[in-house]
């Protein structure tokens, strides 16, 4: 892009590195406001993965055209640093909440080294009475904080890493890669209770949603620096990399055709499974092959 950037053109990512007290949705519309004090137009922008208001890091930006896959980086596995700070439990599980228990247990760095196995792959868990999960048609935080007892269903998730990083005489740090679904305030809640001991999150910051990280995450004062500087392009990744683990499929001019009109590709050698249909190196559509059938799960108007 140059000094005639046209932000409708955008279809990628911005990986924002969200600050503290913004929500998600705030945090996209951060991103509309930075381009419209611009004078740029705005694409259609989704976010990829909500983060608590508390949390911080990493928050995928859909923008144009990958806004058809910001549902997949919900599916995908994330990374997490996170501090508990023991003696206390709230009732958010976060420092925003009301101190519901106390003890006066607060476990060394041996004793955490050692329960820290029993949390590592499936298991099961109890999301926080303060989340956005429904309740017969009703948000479960809106109940809460209506004063009325919560009761959420046993989720069924997958931790599969969890390190202690630092630990102080009340609290630790982790971090961790979990699946989808994973509530860490319930995580951190659990570890201390496992300990003897209750604890609440005092510090949250995601490293990684699918395939994007911190190092490829900016904030939104570098976004407003490059926008002004009409560098956006230096801030916007291609709509492909949040498919990289995806294999691509090479197609001809007439099969991307066929593809764009929805229509099936029959007698196809393509392997069984999920593929990113290129033409050259513009993608066409991300696409399901089966028994030599290859069908259309999310088509990309691009040039």
């Not at 513009?282 to 696409?287: G, M, N, S, T």
Request: one cysteine or more; charged letters at 20%; aromatic letters at 4%.
């Amino acid at each position: 892009m140059s000094a005639t950037i046209d932000a409708t053109a955008i279809n990628g990512w911005i990986i924002l590195d969200k600050p503290l007290g913004l929500t998600s949705a705030q945090g996209v519309a951060a991103v509309k406001r930075i381009l419209r004090a611009h004078g740029l137009p705005v694409p259609r922008i989704g976010h990829g993965g909500t983060l608590d208001p508390l949390a911080t890091g990493v928050l995928p930006i859909a923008c144009g055209e990958a806004t058809k896959l910001a549902g997949r980086m919900l599916d995908a596995a994330k990374g997490y640093e996170f501090t508990v700070s023991f003696g206390s439990q709230t009732s958010t599980l976060d420092a925003e909440g009301e101190v519901v228990a106390t003890s006066d247990v607060r476990p060394t760095a041996e004793q955490i080294t050692t329960i820290l196995a029993a949390f590592i792959g499936p298991i099961d868990q109890v999301p926080p009475a303060y989340s956005a999960l429904k309740v017969n048609g009703k948000r479960a935080y809106a109940l809460a904080r209506a004063g009325e007892e919560v009761i959420l269903a046993t989720r069924h998730i997958t931790v599969h890493r969890l390190d202690l990083v630092a630990t102080t005489p009340d609290s630790a740090t982790f971090s961790c890669r979990v699946s989808k679904g994973t509530y860490i305030r319930s995580l951190a809640r659990d570890i201390a209770i496992t300990l003897g001991s209750v604890g609440h999150v005092t510090m949250l910051r995601r490293t990684q949603s699918g395939p994007f990280s911190l190092q490829q995450a900016i904030s939104l004062d570098k976004l407003a620096e490059l926008v002004q500087g009409r560098t956006l392009e230096q801030a916007v990744l291609p709509l492909m990399t949040g498919l990289d683990d995806i294999p691509a499929l090479a197609i001809t001019p007439e099969e991307a055709a066929a593809l764009k009109q929805g229509r099936k590709l029959l007698g196809h050698p393509a392997s069984n499974g999920t593929h990113l249909a290129s033409l050259g190196s513009v993608p066409v559509a991300l696409v399901e092959a089966q028994s030599g059938e290859v069908r259309v799960l999310r088509g990309f108007n691009l040039d």
